[in-house]
């Protein structure tokens, strides 16, 4: 057989000089052929050559980009039209696939890499209600439109929730009916492309959520793909017992099988390397390592699953992020030794609750400082975890934003300005990986929901509280070179007193110290604290300053002139007069 007449590696379509070939992987198939556009949709198609393990191969002259198609699977008396479930591109979720050159993207040069961990500040976005209108959903290139109030805002990362193909006009993304596909509505593969490079340009990370935890379960050509299945079950890419159960249906992948891992692998794969991702957030792995979520019914199979994808990622990848929703604060999601799954973080509902009850509780005494402070503490590993008071989760379906909870009556009032800028300023400013949702630096009113889009409006409205977001990222970030220790991973709390509701804790970085002095309370308090050094220190951040909101005090905070005095376990002291509901970040001078 001549060269050019050899099967061509890989799976799904493959474009090339002259044609295209096509394979799929359908093991209980009595026969497959492709049929398309390059065709003109025969009922028959074009025979498919049978190959091992299940495999089905054809090479299609004249078949090119662009072209759609579908492979037409016969299994006893069943004749089935199935989307090429490796297809990069489909019209719509129950449409066709549509043939995809992978390589034919021009990246300009782009060799962006991951910013360090301590240097990662990540903002969480979702396509559709970023930028839309009423009754229109929004695209990456809306999106993209936007990379410049994200640079102006300091942060060095975006997390997309997810963007694979799914059924109907509007999702979270969660229901991926194709999980190779970009979603036509968002723009197709080369939208997410454009996306990411003009993202690189811009010195932003972008970072992708999938799913893999469960498919669909709607609109799903990988249900019953080959015509198999057991017990009225998904077939040969789901579990066909009672593991296939998920809050989502009943369509769990089966980890256990070759080819499904291999599927899964070779998609976590896909969004780094044609995609040029810098991470990928993974929804769910609770689900994915048990079979009801609740910590019971092992599986084993998904575990390993984990542990693969992290291991092959980190070999071929080590500049890329993993990050898990776990929400169990297992420590084993981000081991890579002793059987860990290998992530590098997750994110810690351990911060988020606490804190968030410290933000909307409605009397100071109900305030407790000393669960503040361990939930800002974290752990001995702060890189290892995600930090947030808002995410998708936390702001939707009756859940509200924080300045809503704070007060309903008026969420763009006094207390609620307050309290939910405290909220953000310890984000930033606690050990972890500090993360914000749409619209949270413009106190964004509404819950989330993906048909409703965010009030633009309000980024003007609020364009103070806009900069103090970002002047508490450029903190965070040592971006003016005087506060690098709120990139370190050291953590000591020097104060707390429950009764008046003040905290104050040190960042560490080496020999760099950055000291944080909260009041959660209603009034004006001086706060006396143990300090790192005696000296001149230096106000480098107070979230109360009239320059931020019309609203607030401009609560006089002078600079600190440490003594040498032990106090606390501190070599020094200091007194530090702090608004209310305030932070105060000091670094040496």
């Known amino acids: 057989m001549p060269h050019h007449d050899l099967p061509r590696p890989g799976l799904g379509s493959m474009p090339h000089d002259g044609g295209t070939a096509f394979r799929v992987w359908a093991p209980n198939a009595d026969a497959v052929s492709v049929t398309g556009s390059f065709s003109d949709w025969s009922e028959d198609g074009i025979p498919m050559s049978a190959e091992d393990n299940g495999h089905w191969y054809a090479d299609v002259e004249g078949a090119g980009p662009g072209d759609e198609y579908q492979f037409v699977i016969h299994n006893g008396e069943q004749r089935l039209m199935r989307i090429d479930p490796r297809a990069r591109a489909v019209t719509h979720s129950s449409g066709n696939g549509v043939v995809y050159d992978r390589d034919g993207f021009d990246w300009e040069g782009d060799a962006f890499g991951c910013p360090p961990h301590d240097d990662l500040v990540v903002y969480e976005a979702h396509i559709g209600s970023f930028v839309a209108a009423e009754g229109d959903a929004g695209d990456l290139d809306r999106l993209a439109g936007k990379l410049g109030h994200l640079a102006d805002l300091g942060v060095s990362a975006v997390e997309l929730m997810p963007v694979t193909e799914f059924a109907g006009d509007y999702s979270w993304g969660y229901n991926p009916s194709n999980p190779f596909a970009v979603s036509s509505s968002y723009g197709g593969p080369d939208a997410l492309k454009g996306f990411v490079k003009q993202a690189h340009r811009h010195g932003i990370a972008v970072i992708l959520d999938v799913v893999v935890n469960h498919f669909g379960p709607s609109d799903l050509a ?106 169990q604060s297992d420590p084993a999601i981000t081991t890579v030794d002793d059987g860990g799954a290998g992530f590098h973080a997750q994110w810690d509902p351990g911060f988020v609750h ?136 050291g953590f000591d709390v020097l104060h707390l007193d429950d009764d008046a509701k003040t905290l104050a804790w040190a960042r560490r970085a080496g020999d760099d110290v950055a000291v944080v002095v909260v009041n959660a309370s209603a009034q004006p308090r001086d706060v006396t604290t143990g300090m790192p050094s005696a000296g001149s220190w230096a106000v480098r951040f107070n979230s109360d300053a009239t320059t931020y909101s019309a609203l607030f005090a401009g609560h006089n905070t002078l600079d600190v002139e440490a003594i040498e005095e032990p106090t606390d376990d501190q070599p020094a002291v200091g007194t530090v007069s702090v608004g209310a509901y305030t932070l105060v970040v000091l670094t040496r001078a």
């Open 222 to 327: 990988l249900w019953q793909f080959d015509g198999w299945s057991e017990n009225e079950k998904g077939g040969i890419y789901f579990y066909n017992d009672e593991r296939s159960s998920t809050p989502w249906g009943d369509t769990r992948p089966d980890y256990g099988r070759e080819e499904v891992r291999a599927y899964l692998h070779d998609n976590v794969l896909m969004w780094l390397e044609e995609f040029h991702l810098d991470g990928l957030r993974f929804d769910a792995t609770l689900y994915v390592r048990t079979v009801d979520g609740l910590g019971t019914g092992d599986l084993p199979e998904g575990w390993e699953l984990m542990r693969s994808i992290t291991a092959a990622v980190r070999e071929r990848h080590p500049d890329k992020i993993l990050i898990a929703e776990d929400l």
């Open 354 to 489: 606490p804190v968030r009850q410290v933000l909307t509780a409605v009397d100071d005494h109900e305030r407790s400082m000393s669960q503040l402070a361990q939930a800002l503490r974290g752990s001995d590993e702060p890189f290892r975890r995600v930090i947030y008071t808002e995410s998708h989760d936390e702001v939707a379906e009756g859940s509200l934003r924080v300045p809503d909870e704070v007060d309903g009556g008026d969420p763009t009032g006094w207390a609620a300005q307050k309290r939910a800028t405290l909220g953000l300023a310890m984000t930033l400013t606690a050990p972890g990986l500090p993360m914000l949702f749409q619209g949270q630096e413009f106190l964004e009113g509404r819950e989330f929901r993906d048909s409703v889009p965010l009030d633009w409006d309000r980024a003007e409205q609020f364009r103070d509280i806009v900069r103090l977001t970002g002047d508490l990222v450029r903190l965070r970030r040592d971006a003016d070179g005087v506060s690098r220790g709120l990139r370190g991973d």
